[in-house]
């Protein structure tokens, strides 16, 4: 089955410090990796995608994740927050076998202070 | 490019109650999923659905059903409620159900069973 972790429930940080939230997955075959976010209020918004190819991939609004195989891993990452980057961040994963089965982590609630 | 509909957005129900959710997909999606939100469990897959047949499922009781329409616009069925049931009901649609989509959601429906 798959599990996703995702390690930091809250993250606390002031505007232009540097973002980065751990993702790690159980799953023994190929997976497509997401991280989606949730602003106050709003629906759940595709960040990044990954499925194939080179393992940095560049999302909107800044962020970018690198897969790490070995580490199952699936780390996002943002130079410098602003205050609208205040969100609900999850990393999901979707086994390759497994058609439209998202599984989601806990989610990592981030509160920019300007 | 009209989103994901989901209606209605918000509902009251008693206990033992049975209650129909709707989702509209973003035209030409052919793939319906359906999730669970709550603060304690987080974000739990229910079902997908591809060309009107059920082709993924989560691990929740018979009591949670859905169904797709010809049109792809697809129902989710809770029948007797309980009161661990309140949550926010999202529906993520997408093209064509390869895995490697990225999944657009709606806002959701939250349900309150008192």
């Known amino acids: 089955a798959q599990s996703v972790s995702q390690h930091n429930h809250h993250v606390i940080l002031s505007e232009a410090a540097s973002l980065e939230l751990g993702c790690n997955y159980s799953?023994?075959?190929?997976?497509?990796l997401f991280w989606y976010v949730q602003y106050p209020g709003q629906h759940l918004q595709l960040l990044l995608k990954?499925?194939?190819?080179?393992?940095l991939v560049k999302g909107i609004k800044g962020f970018e994740a690198e897969f790490i195989k070995s580490k199952f891993s699936f780390n996002l990452r943002k130079p410098s927050v602003q205050w609208s980057d205040t969100a609900e961040y999850f990393c999901?994963?979707?086994?390759?076998?497994?058609?439209?089965?998202?599984?989601f982590g806990g989610g990592t609630r981030v509160l920019v202070k300007p | 490019k009209a989103g994901v509909t989901q209606t209605p957005r918000y509902l009251i129900k008693t206990r033992g109650q049975q209650v129909t959710l709707s989702c509209s997909p973003i035209?030409?999606?052919?793939?319906v999923s359906w999730y669970q939100q709550t603060p304690g469990q987080g974000l739990q897959f229910l079902f997908e659905?591809?060309?009107?047949?059920?082709?993924n499922k989560g691990n929740f009781p018979g009591r949670f059903s859905g169904r797709q329409f010809s049109n792809s616009r697809s129902e989710m069925n809770v029948s007797t409620l309980e009161l661990g049931d309140s949550a926010l009901y999202l529906c993520?649609?997408?093209?064509?159900?390869?895995?490697?989509?990225?999944?657009?959601f709606g806002s959701g429906t939250r349900l309150t069973v008192v």
């Open positions: 999901a994963v979707n086994g390759n076998a497994a058609g439209n089965k998202l599984t």
């Open positions: 993520a649609s997408s093209p064509a159900g390869s895995g490697k989509d990225g999944y657009t």
């Open positions: 799953y023994g075959g190929t997976v497509n």
């Open positions: 659905y591809f060309s009107e047949t059920q082709r």
């Open positions: 035209s030409g999606h052919r793939s």
């Open positions: 990954y499925f194939s190819g080179d393992p």
